[in-house]
């Protein structure tokens, strides 16, 4: 088990997120997550010097394209030298699968390729309005998703601290299950709506945490880090 708390570095430019991170001592390298915001504003750059810097690096770029094209990124990815990244399981098995191929380095190594099922912002009116997927709850559909990433060979889903036990019902308990959503107890829960504590995301299941404004908005950032770490790992 290798449980972990990332950091969501969602900056909007290099400098403040390095001058985030430079709060923390030299003997202390959070995991982080590169979302498309600083992705697109900084460049690839940004996640080499974050790795220079020691960091371990959750890139969040989401793909979802036609299999080649995914492949190729994803190539391009894993040379930046990413720990982990992810795509939406919408694209389908053979996406998955050319991602995977893609991310393997010519040593035999790769980042941990994680998939996004549905959006937490797709509710089940939009399931069905929109993306015409009737008939079936929208947890269902999720589960489906996620067995259909393990079959292609992924590490694991993005998913709530609170279907991380589902996840690990469904596909295996080395599925890995990486959960935003986690507030302090009695801290503010900002836009998220189902959201659980550091302790009791450890109790559900997540292998890792992604945790942003409890940590890059608190007084002492540092201390607030701490503080997840100690609850969760
Ligand atoms: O600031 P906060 O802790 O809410 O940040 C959570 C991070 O996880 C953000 O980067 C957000 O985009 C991401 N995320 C999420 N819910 C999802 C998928 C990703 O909050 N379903």
């Not at 570095?9 to 600083?38: A, H, Y």
């Not at 040593?107 to 009737?134: C, F, H, N, Y």
């Not at 601290?161 to 959503?181: D, I, K, N, Y």
Request: hydrophobic share 40%; charged share 30%; aromatic share 6%.
């Amino acid at each position: 088990m290798e449980r972990d708390v990332i950091i969501a570095c969602d900056f909007e430019s290099r400098e403040r997120t390095v001058e985030f991170l430079s709060l923390f001592p030299e003997n202390e390298k959070p995991f982080v997550k590169i979302g498309m915001e600083l992705f697109y504003a900084a460049g690839p750059d940004i996640v080499r010097e974050l790795k220079d810097r020691g960091h371990k690096i959750f890139l969040d770029l989401k793909l979802h394209d036609i299999p080649n094209t995914v492949k190729k990124t994803m190539r391009v990815l894993s040379g930046l030298g990413a720990d982990m990244c992810n795509l939406h399981a919408a694209g389908t098995r053979a996406m998955m699968e050319a991602a995977l191929e893609g991310l393997t380095r010519p040593d035999g190594t790769r980042p941990k390729l994680i998939a996004v099922t549905m959006l937490t912002s797709t509710d089940q009116a939009a399931l069905e309005r929109d993306l015409w997927i009737t008939g079936r709850p929208i947890g269902e559909v999720v589960l489906h998703y996620a067995e259909t990433a393990r079959d292609a060979g992924l590490d694991g889903v993005v998913c709530s601290p609170l279907e991380a036990r589902s996840v690990h019902g469904r596909c295996g308990a080395e599925f890995l299950a990486v959960t935003p959503g986690v507030r302090f107890a009695g801290g503010d829960t900002e836009d998220q709506k189902r959201v659980a504590t550091p302790a009791a995301a450890r109790d559900m299941g997540s292998d890792y945490i992604v945790v942003g404004r409890p940590i890059t908005a608190a007084p002492d950032p540092v201390e607030a880090y701490r503080r997840c770490v100690k609850e969760f790992v």
